[in-house]
């Protein structure tokens, strides 16, 4: 096994709406991550998004992480520091925008550590 350091991203087209989710999670099927930090931002910021962030098997309440109102802007969140992101545990971090601009890139960027066999 071999740590390494953990960046990583997905982005996503905001809708008609201005809404939007993406996902990520590691690739390589016995890889784990240990997320430190999950930042999101939108491309434009004209309207505010809001976004929430989810660590599990989808993006429901009962893996809710964090949220915040300056989805669009900017902003971050440790509140992943402790979660084990792999296909067998939490397989993803999940983060969904909603009142965005519509037809604007939304990016969740991961960092920490990824753990490969």
């Known amino acids: 096994m071999r740590t390494v350091p953990l960046n990583e991203s997905a982005s996503v087209t905001l809708d008609g709406s201005g809404n939007g989710t993406a996902r990520i999670g590691p ?3 016995a890889a784990r991550w240990l997320p430190t930090c999950a930042s999101v931002s939108v491309s434009t910021n004209v309207n505010e998004a809001k976004c929430l962030i ?7 309440q009962q893996y809710f992480v964090d949220g915040t109102f300056s989805g669009s802007s900017g902003d971050s969140t440790d509140k992943v520091t402790g979660k084990t992101i792999a296909r067998t545990q ?4 999940w983060a969904v925008w909603t009142g965005g601009d519509p ?5 969740i960027s991961v960092t920490g550590d990824k753990v490969i066999p």
């Open 103 to 107: 037809g604007s890139q939304a990016t």
């Open 54 to 60: 989810y660590a599990g098997a989808a993006a429901v």
């Open 27 to 29: 690739d390589e099927p």
């Open 90 to 93: 939490l397989p993803y971090i």
